[in-house]
């Protein structure tokens, strides 16, 4: 009898903390669904999305120990799993609901080594480097200069290093580009920066063992608004653009924010131009590559999140068809059930998907002619 007591008691103590852990993952995984309305709410939903599948995995298993104890509250914890369960779920579901071709790298896709180094660099008053991720096979390979975001006001070239990292493995000479920030530094520094950058990378282009002839630009968020700009250019060397969720409309972006707008993207705008719509109208339009839309730009790659509380998707979708309206060859995947800066967070869901859709463009728009 007292070994039973004492068995009862022990189910009893397991089952509460399972129910504290229950509910301390239904904090996070509640933001799969919800939208978030503040900067801590929006890390919570990229985390909770990305780690979708490991969390489901984790609630399934808690959910199946907590049924094999015998407690009270058994039924009241194995329903907090399984709540958590649906919710890991919708993601998941999303991808394989989609219409959009959603499937990962081969894994017996080969990959060849890397020799990663910085290059010492000057932008006007200040030094900084950019990361050279050079692949040690081939001797003309082609090129591909990345652009991290950050809002315009942070970041480096180091960040993105795992998509770097397997591009120059796929064959690809990656140069991750810096530029100035804002506030202290206005548009178009930033974009005058990557460009004197790219000068410089294509003039030396054979110490890096590069094919000049085969040149793209990759863009995350901010970054992706400079590429998508350095792409569209006059006489631009730029032969592909890939946007990761690049702005798109800065002066639609001023006036329509998103709702819920977790980050105040009116002030990350504003900090960006120096000026609101009706001071400075000109440099809106200068700084928004939908109004550098014409026929003949280059080949594109557009990968939006449908959830995206920065950049609204609705945005992305009006950039695809202006392009298609121009004939312009524009490829554009929809990564369902996704936040803004879904590619930062390590292991995620999304970030392989997207690298497929990456690799997959590039081998088409920089094969050999």
Not at 286 to 302: H, N
Request: charged fraction near 20%; charge should be neutral; include cysteine.
């Amino acid at each position: 009898m007292v070994g039973r007591r004492a068995s009862a008691r022990q189910h009893e103590s397991v089952v509460v903390l399972l129910l504290v852990i229950a509910a301390a993952l239904a904090a996070l995984c509640i933001w799969i669904v919800l939208p978030p309305v503040n900067g801590p709410t929006f890390v919570a939903t990229d985390v909770a999305i990305e780690f979708s599948p490991y969390l489901l995995v984790l609630n399934v298993a808690l959910a199946v120990l907590a049924f094999r104890l015998r407690s009270r509250l058994k039924p009241a914890t194995v329903m907090f799993f399984g709540l958590n369960i649906v919710l890991c779920a919708f993601p998941l579901g999303a991808i394989f609901l989609s219409a959009t071709r959603l499937d990962w790298p081969a894994a017996g896709a080969a990959r060849g080594a890397v020799m990663e180094s910085s290059i010492p660099f000057t932008l006007g008053d200040d030094r900084t480097a950019i990361r050279a991720y050079l692949p040690t096979a081939g001797s003309k390979n082609p090129i591909v200069f990345t652009i991290y975001g950050g809002s315009w006001q942070r970041g480096t070239p180091a960040n993105d290093a795992s998509l770097n990292r397997a591009l120059a493995a796929s064959g690809y000479a990656v140069f991750a580009l810096d530029y100035r920030h804002a506030p202290t530094f206005r548009f178009p520094v930033a974009l005058n920066d990557v460009r004197s950058e790219v000068s410089a990378i294509l003039k030396n282009a054979s110490i890096y063992r590069a094919d000049l002839s085969r040149v793209a630009v990759l863009g995350h968020s901010s970054g992706g608004e400079l590429a998508e700009l350095l792409a569209f250019e006059p006489h631009s060397p730029v032969r592909a653009l890939i946007s990761y969720s690049g702005a798109i409309d800065l002066l639609k972006g001023y006036e329509i924010l998103p709702r819920p707008d977790p980050l105040g993207v009116r002030s990350i705008i504003v900090s960006y131009l120096g000026d609101i719509p009706a001071e400075d109208p000109r440099r809106y339009w200068l700084a928004s590559p939908i109004y550098e839309v014409r026929r003949g730009l280059p080949p594109t790659l557009l990968i939006y999140a449908d959830r995206d509380h920065v950049v609204d998707f609705g945005y992305a979708e009006t950039f695809r068809d202006a392009l298609r309206a121009n004939d312009d060859d524009v490829t554009f995947v929809n990564i369902p059930w996704a936040e803004h800066g879904y590619e930062e967070v390590p292991f995620g869901l999304h970030a392989p998907i997207a690298l497929r859709a990456v690799e997959d463009f590039l081998g088409r728009a920089l094969r050999q002619e």
